[in-house]
Nanobody
Framework: VQLVESGGGMVQPGGSLRLSCVAS????????MRWVRQAPGKGPEWVSG???????YYKDSVKGRFTVSRDNAKNTLYLQMNSLKPEDTALYYC????????RGQGTRVTVSS
C-alpha cells in the first residue's frame, strides 16, 4: 500500500493549487479517503474527504474553496484549492481510513505574499 502526493508549492493569497494523491496496492474507491493537513506547531486536521459512495465532505473553513475528487481509472485523489489563505499553509497528505489507516508523506503548501 502506497500513497504519493504531489502538487504543493508556494502561492500568493488568493491563488490556487491542485494536489494529487496516487494510490497503489489497493483500490481507492473501496475506502474512505481524506485529505489531512498539519500546520507548523499544530496537530493534524482533516480538511476534505470522499467516501466509497462518492459523497464528498469538507471542513467548514474550506467549504466553497476546496474541491475533492477521485479518478477511479487512475486510482488518484485530487484536491483543488482555490482562494488560498495564509492559514491554509501546511503539510497536506492523503490518508485511507484516517486516522488508523495508511497515509502518504505529504506535499507542502505555503501561502504567503
Amino acid at each position: 500500500v502506497q500513497l504519493v502526493e504531489s502538487g504543493g508549492g508556494m502561492v500568493q493569497p488568493g491563488g490556487s493549487l491542485r494536489l494529487s494523491c496516487v494510490a497503489s496496492g489497493f483500490t481507492a474507491r473501496h475506502y474512505d479517503m481524506r485529505w489531512v493537513r498539519q500546520a507548523p506547531g499544530k496537530g493534524p486536521e482533516w480538511v476534505s474527504g470522499i467516501n466509497t459512495g462518492g459523497t464528498t465532505y469538507y471542513k467548514d473553513s474550506v467549504k466553497g474553496r476546496f474541491t475533492v475528487s477521485r479518478d477511479n481509472a487512475k486510482n488518484t485523489l485530487y484536491l483543488q484549492m482555490n482562494s488560498l489563505k495564509p492559514e491554509d499553509t501546511a503539510l497536506y497528505y492523503c490518508a485511507r481510513d484516517w486516522p488508523r489507516g495508511p497515509r502518504g508523506q505529504g506535499t507542502r503548501v505555503t501561502v504567503s505574499s
